[in-house]
Structure formats: structure tokens, C-alpha cells
């Protein structure tokens, strides 16, 4: 059965720190692709990043990075130099490639204050 | 291009009440799903569809009725309200179920409390 844990319940920083969410999850799969999304306060969901399970390079998006590690089932999500406006829940996802759903962690609900 | 569209927005129940919100997707995509979003839940799904005229149930589907009639529309029926389901519904399409390596796109979400 696929399971994604988010061990963060709720994170506080000052801006301009660096943040890192953490996302373990569990899968007899040897495909399967993991997401991250995030909620910001007005409700919607936006999706962030998608990687594939044959795909353990590190990916950077200006402030954010992606670190995947097989070896330790983790995909945790870092911002650099956190703004306020990082302020939201982020939630870890992962489907399976013969799988029909995304199962989504708990969330982490970050708050960036000024 | 809309993307998904849930309506309404904001609902209040009352108790045995029955309603259906409404999912439409504009983007042809042959995957759609419900999911509700608990405090310290995250989202759990209620039900899914791979495509007009099948649909499946998910994680939590008793007290939901779905349908696929077509591509476009996925609505989510409570047949008899209870405080338990007070929530916020997501509604979401991908391109396939084959190709779940491709984004979810969700709806704006719907806040629903039954009193």
C-alpha cells in the first residue's frame, strides 16, 4: 500500500531563513512519481514539482530544491531565503504507476513571519 | 481554458439533507477524483473516475454518491448529510490514469458544514 508521511505537523521561521519540509513515503512499486503542492491561505492547490522514481537528481526552481533520495524513500522540499508569502500548507504526494489515485501526506503548515 | 471548476464555494447543510456539487473540467482529461481535506488529514479520496461511465470508490466513499456521464462532468452527491462530512472538497482532473506522472489540476475548493 502506498503511505506518505509528513512528520512536520507545523513549522515557524523568520524570513530569510532556510526551510526544509520533510516527505517519507512507502510504496512496493518500482514506478511511481512523487509530487509536492502547495496551499496557500486563500485555499487553492498549486502544484510545485512532479518526479519520477528513475529520476534522483535534485531539482532547483529559483528558491526552491527537490532532494530525492531512494535509498531513504524521502523527498523533501527546501526554500532558501523564505518570504512571507511562503506562508501555506504543503502537502507531499505520491501515486503509483499501476495505481489509480495520489495519496497525499498530512501536510506541513509553514508560517514565514517578518 | 477554465481548467476545473467546482460550484458552489461555500455550502450549509443541515442534517439529512441532500445536495450534489458540481465538478467540470474543460481539458479532456480521462481522470477525475473528489478528495476531502481534513485538519491533520491532508486529503483523503472519496471517489474517482477513469473515464465517462466508470467510476470507483477511494479511501473514504460511504455517505457519497458520484456519476460520469460524460468527460466533462464528475458530481459528488451526499445523499443524507451528517456533521461528519463537513469539510472541504477538492475536486481534480489529470490527462490519465495511465499517465498519473502528469499534475493533478484541482478545483478551487468547496467548504462545506452541515449543522
Known amino acids: 500500500a502506498q503511505k506518505v508521511t509528513q512528520a512536520q505537523t507545523e513549522i515557524s521561521v523568520v524570513e530569510k531563513e532556510d526551510v526544509t519540509l520533510d516527505c517519507v513515503y512507502e510504496t512496493r512499486d518500482t514506478t511511481y512519481y512523487l509530487f509536492w503542492y502547495k496551499q496557500p491561505p486563500s485555499g487553492e492547490l498549486v502544484f510545485l514539482i512532479r518526479?519520477?522514481?528513475?529520476?534522483?537528481q535534485n531539482e532547483i526552481s529559483g528558491r526552491y530544491s527537490w532532494n530525492f533520495q531512494k535509498s531513504t524513500s524521502s523527498f523533501n522540499f527546501t526554500i532558501t531565503a523564505s518570504q512571507v508569502v511562503d506562508s501555506a500548507v504543503y502537502f507531499c504526494?505520491?501515486?503509483?504507476?499501476?495505481?489509480?489515485?495520489?495519496?497525499f501526506g498530512a501536510g506541513t503548515i509553514l508560517r514565514v513571519k517578518s | 481554458n477554465a481548467g476545473v471548476t467546482q460550484t458552489p464555494k461555500f455550502q450549509v447543510l443541515k442534517t439529512g439533507q441532500s445536495m450534489t456539487l458540481q465538478c467540470a473540467q474543460d481539458m479532456n482529461h480521462e481522470y477525475m477524483s473528489w478528495y476531502r481535506q481534513d485538519p491533520g488529514m491532508g486529503l483523503r479520496l472519496i471517489h474517482y473516475?477513469?473515464?465517462?461511465?466508470?467510476?470507483d470508490q477511494g479511501e473514504v466513499p460511504n455517505g457519497y454518491n458520484v456519476s460520469r456521464s460524460t468527460t466533462e462532468d464528475f458530481p459528488l452527491r451526499l445523499l443524507s448529510a451528517a456533521p461528519s462530512q463537513t469539510s472541504v472538497y477538492f475536486c481534480a482532473s489529470s490527462y490519465s490514469v495511465m499517465r498519473m506522472n502528469t499534475e493533478a489540476f484541482f478545483g478551487q475548493g468547496t467548504r462545506l458544514t452541515v449543522v
Open positions: 504526494a505520491l501515486s503509483e504507476a499501476n495505481g489509480n489515485k495520489l495519496v
Open positions: 473516475s477513469v473515464g465517462a461511465g466508470i467510476t
Open positions: 518526479r519520477n522514481s528513475f529520476d534522483e
